[in-house]
């Protein structure tokens, strides 16, 4: 939402934040929000259109201001999603029965240096290890049968959530949740980003962080995935919703199968890096984000819905992790 911001206000517009209290931006006004007070009550009269990041009650959206909504997670109820809804990617979209969707953006200028031309002896692990689907077990025994160390990073190696998890893997460094440097420091030295989930990712910011360092990505074909690596993310391919079993680009490798990543793991050198770099300055930068909304802000201030009809998910999802083979 920061990123977005800032990049409206770069590109000459004027952000206002309506959040709760103790927020604070040192580039746009905030002001705070009053949850005992109507939404309408609290929008100033000179704003043009309302951006919401998270799923409104009905009652907010009949506002005398055009309005999107971005939305973020993965239902797991039937629903009706308002026609004004923003999903994260075709896949996200595609499930939840819609068809319009922006790929977050990042503002590299939040990162420190990028050094490409360091040696890379180590593979790693970004996420919120405590997340079943993120499947920090599968990552950490990729990196031992390839005979390789991973850091983890987001997640230590003794987890109580949902049930007692114990990785005993000595290849295996956990390190919690590191600080900015940290984490680019561990990165910079990285030959890829293990990122075997099973379960169907919207997104995920890890995987442009670490192409953003150099780091090819070695995961599996769920969610955003292929999308993001195997095909790059312009208008042609928008309405692109294809499922692959397996994805071999410059930019990394997805399959369902251990064996595969195994294999595309122990010839991680063959991935430049500057080229996994230019790939994430290119395609998920703030400013192509800001450029996709304002395409959307546009069609809303016009008076469009951006779907013709409600996006619906219409039936429950198994809630079951997506399978991988040895």
């Keep these: 939402m920061v990123w977005l911001a800032r990049e409206m206000l770069q590109q000459g517009h004027e952000p206002v934040f309506l959040v709760k209290k103790g927020s604070e931006c040192d580039f746009a006004q905030v002001l705070t929000l009053d949850e005992k007070k109507s939404f309408y009550e609290q929008t100033p009269d000179d704003i043009d259109l309302v951006h919401f990041f998270y799923q409104p009650p009905r009652e907010q959206l009949y506002l005398a201001k055009p309005y999107l909504i971005t939305y973020f997670d993965n239902s797991t109820e039937p629903c009706t999603f308002d026609a004004n809804t923003v999903f994260l990617s075709a896949n996200h979209a595609a ?34 290890a405590s997340w079943g689907g993120k499947n920090v077990r599968g990552a950490v025994d990729l990196a031992a049968s390839a005979g390789s160390r991973v850091h983890v990073i987001g997640g230590s190696r003794v987890n109580f959530r949902k049930g007692l998890r114990i990785t005993l893997r000595p290849s295996a460094r956990f390190h919690g949740v590191l600080n900015p440097d940290g984490r680019n420091m561990l990165l910079n030295g990285s030959k890829g980003l293990l990122f075997p989930i099973i379960s169907h990712e919207p997104f995920g910011l890890a995987v442009p962080e670490s192409l953003y360092f150099g780091c090819p990505i070695f995961g599996t074909p769920y969610g955003a995935l292929p ?28 399959s369902t199968r251990r064996s595969e990543l195994v294999e595309a793991m122990r010839h991680a050198k063959a991935f430049q890096p500057d080229r996994c770099h230019e790939y994430a300055r290119d395609c998920f930068s703030a400013a192509r984000m800001a450029r996709d909304y304002l395409a959307l802000y546009q069609k809303v201030l016009n008076g469009e819905p951006l779907h013709a009809q409600s996006p619906a998910l219409t039936e429950k999802p198994d809630g079951k992790f997506l399978p991988m083979e040895a």
């Design 227 to 254: 999308e993001l690596l195997c095909r790059k993310p312009n208008n042609e391919s928008r309405k692109w919703t294809g499922q692959v079993e397996a994805c071999f680009s410059e930019f990394g490798c997805l």
């Design 95 to 128: 499930r939840h029965g819609g068809e319009i969707y922006v790929y977050p953006g990042i503002d590299f200028s939040d990162y420190g240096p990028v050094m490409l031309d360091l040696p890379r002896n180590y593979f790693h692990f970004l996420g919120d």
